[in-house]
């Protein structure tokens, strides 16, 4: 079965601290990986796609690095707007791309 | 540019009363329409999904139903709305010529009473 574990299921960051959220998969016939924002009662945000191991992406405060194994997305240096939780989603080459979500890593920056 | 329509935002049923969700994307043509469901302490749980106009495949056996009678229009419903219907409805696009990338509209919180 395809699963996505995220890691900590909660974090809280004093402003300015950096730190790292993991997405650990299992995906039969994988073809990349998502990260998204999702704001408290929003549609989760697109971020970054991955495909392969040693990619990098960045936006802002920001960057996304992939392994065969797992995903992290860095966070430097967060502001208290960075405060969400930060979904990761595996999709296979199959043909309707089919998504296995993980349940999300909910940050809070405190100023 | 394209962008997605939810609705309603909230709302709150019965059990035992129908339910209709309807999401529009603007701006492409032919997408990949999705269906998720995201309750608390899980993951998104994909529902339906649809590649054409009445095209609809579905992922869970449940009380719902989708439809997709237009090219850019997809709709969740149910004839009678279970209290385990309760939950954050979320509706999805993705192009359906290349793209891998899945945009997500606002979300409808149903609760079932």
């Known amino acids: 079965e395809d699963q996505v574990t995220q890691s900590p299921e909660a974090l809280r960051l004093q402003e300015g601290e950096s730190s790292s959220l993991n997405c650990s998969y299992t995906?039969?016939?994988?073809?990349?990986l998502f990260w998204y924002r999702q704001d408290p009662g929003k549609g989760p945000e697109f971020l970054f796609t991955?495909?392969?191991a040693g990619e990098e992406k960045e936006k802002e405060r920001l960057k996304a690095t992939l392994t065969k194994k797992e995903s992290f997305l860095h966070i430097t240096a967060p502001k208290p707007e960075d405060s969400a939780t930060y979904l990761c989603?595996?999709?296979?080459?199959?043909?309707?791309?089919?998504?296995?979500f993980g349940i999300g890593t909910k940050l809070q920056v405190i100023p | 540019s394209q962008t997605i329509h939810q609705w309603p935002a909230t709302l709150v049923q019965p059990v035992g009363s129908p339910l209709s969700l309807e999401c529009t994307v603007e701006g492409t043509s032919n997408p990949n329409l999705y269906w998720y469901r995201q309750a608390a302490g899980r993951g998104l749980q994909l529902l339906f999904y649809s590649v054409g106009i009445g095209q609809i495949s579905s992922e869970v056996p449940q009380n719902l139903s989708a439809s997709r009678p237009q090219d850019r229009q997809f709709i969740l419903s149910s004839k009678k709305l279970l209290l385990s219907d309760s939950g954050f409805y979320l509706c999805?696009?993705?192009?359906?010529?290349?793209?891998?990338?899945?945009?997500f509209g606002a979300g409808t919180r149903l609760s079932v009473l």
């Open positions: 995906v039969s016939g994988l073809r990349g």
């Open positions: 999805a696009w993705k192009t359906g010529t290349g793209g891998n990338i899945q945009y």
């Open positions: 991955l495909y392969s």
């Open positions: 989603a595996a999709f296979n080459s199959g043909g309707y791309q089919k998504v296995t």
